[in-house]
């Protein structure tokens, strides 16, 4: 890679070069810090790495490794459409959507549950529904999860 004078050569596996060359022009050109705390950007590396005793991908599924007893019905939802994001990024998955009766089965719950608890976190701004009917999470449900859930889980399954 060059940027007018200065050359840098990047080799390795494909995350590992992406952040190199984040990096690279973070360094190199200060408006891009500036962007970059401006932007909203998910690292996939970090979030499957913060999600891997909770939510993994097997042949196509995801499979929620936590024990649901010990989850809230929004948190189970929330880890599914994360696990579709995640799988979608890395090519696992064909979307990164799941229909209602997807999530009313992972959610082990009525359809009228799994609805109430969609429409929950719709309001929240967690989780948009799709043109086709599906529902995906959004940046900032991904954020949020993190920031206000993922702590509280890890911590009550003894996992912090």
Known sequence: ???RDVEQRFEGPVE???RAVNKFFSELIPIFRLLGDAVMTI????LIEELK???SLSDGRIIILADRRELSDKDVLM???LGAY???RIGALQKDTLS???LREMLEKTAKITSTRLGELRKEGWVEKTDRGEYRVTPLGIFKFREKRLPKILAKLGKS
Not at 43 to 46: Q, R, S, T, V
């Open 1 to 3: 890679m060059r940027y």
């Open 86 to 88: 995640m799988g979608y």
């Open 100 to 102: 209602s009766s997807e």
């Open 16 to 18: 590992e070069v992406w």
């Open 43 to 46: 690292d996939i590396a970090d």
């Open 53 to 55: 005793d909770l939510v």
């Open 79 to 81: 880890l599914g459409l």
